[in-house]
């Protein structure tokens, strides 16, 4: 077809027949997409959040393999903790605030 030209009979049938056997979403499939994008994105910025912190840590205070590893499971248990629903992500923040002094700006 070319542009600036209406379609004829015969092609715009074959257009329909073309966008019907094309892959179309449910609203159910799409929220699901949406769902996996978002926990991928959380995932890869939790990711590079570790690697930063490892990286400082090896840095400032010497951490090597040992140590790092460890700190690395203590948080996996603790994401464990918090999926579980034995501990807030607000418990967490409070705790920080108030015992550490630290507010994380």
């Known amino acids: 077809m070319k542009w600036g030209k209406a379609m004829n009979r015969k092609?715009?049938?074959q257009k329909e027949k073309q966008i019907s056997k094309e892959k179309?979403?449910?609203a159910t499939e799409v929220k699901?997409?949406?769902?996996d994008a978002?926990?991928?994105a959380i995932m890869g910025i939790t990711r590079e959040l570790?690697?930063?912190?490892l990286y400082q840590l090896n840095s400032t205070y010497g951490f090597g393999y040992v140590r790092s590893t460890?700190?690395?499971?203590?948080m996996y248990d603790l994401?464990?903790?918090i999926d579980k629903g034995?501990?807030?992500l607000e418990d967490i923040k409070k705790f920080v605030k108030d015992e550490l002094k630290i507010e994380i700006r």
């Open 32 to 35: 699901q997409i949406q769902i």
């Open 86 to 88: 034995y501990v807030s």
């Open 50 to 53: 570790f690697n930063i912190m």
């Open 70 to 74: 460890r700190l690395l499971d203590s």
């Open 11 to 13: 092609q715009k049938r």
């Open 38 to 40: 978002h926990q991928k």
């Open 24 to 26: 179309l979403f449910t």
């Open 79 to 81: 994401f464990d903790s």
